[in-house]
């Protein structure tokens, strides 16, 4: 199982972008999938989440307001939707899943390769 993210780029302040995250390989379900992002120098954070039976979303306070994330209708691909965007929110971007592996609920936190986000002032 992989997840592959998609969307990054070059932006000026103010802009939006929409990054999208496609899971791959998958059999029995995925739990949840979110969005990271770690800027130079930082920490890795979480952006937002959503649990994928429910809905249910989770948000980083730095980007209530601003940014979504929502599934598709497949629930196998999360979005991203980043409006507008700030030098702040200059980092690469990595999509996570948690994903059933097992048939007794066994999971495998999945994690992409990333994809930089770049917000120029």
């Known amino acids: 199982v992989q997840v592959k993210e998609s969307g990054g780029g070059l932006v000026q302040a103010g802009g939006s972008l929409r990054l999208s995250c496609a899971a791959s390989?998958?059999?029995?379900?995925?739990?949840?999938m979110g969005w990271y992002r770690q800027a130079p120098g930082k920490q890795r954070e979480l952006v937002a989440s959503i649990i994928n039976s429910s809905g249910s979303t989770t948000y980083a306070d730095s980007v209530k307001g601003r940014f979504t994330i929502s599934l598709s209708g497949a629930k196998s691909t999360v979005y991203l939707q980043m409006n507008d965007l700030s030098p702040d929110d200059t980092a690469v971007y990595y999509c996570?899943?948690?994903?059933?592996?097992?048939?007794?609920?066994?999971?495998?936190?999945?994690w992409g390769q990333g994809t930089l986000v770049t917000v120029s002032s």
């Open positions: 390989g998958v059999v029995l379900g995925i739990n949840n």
């Open positions: 996570n899943a948690d994903i059933v592996v097992g048939m007794r609920g066994s999971t495998q936190d999945t």
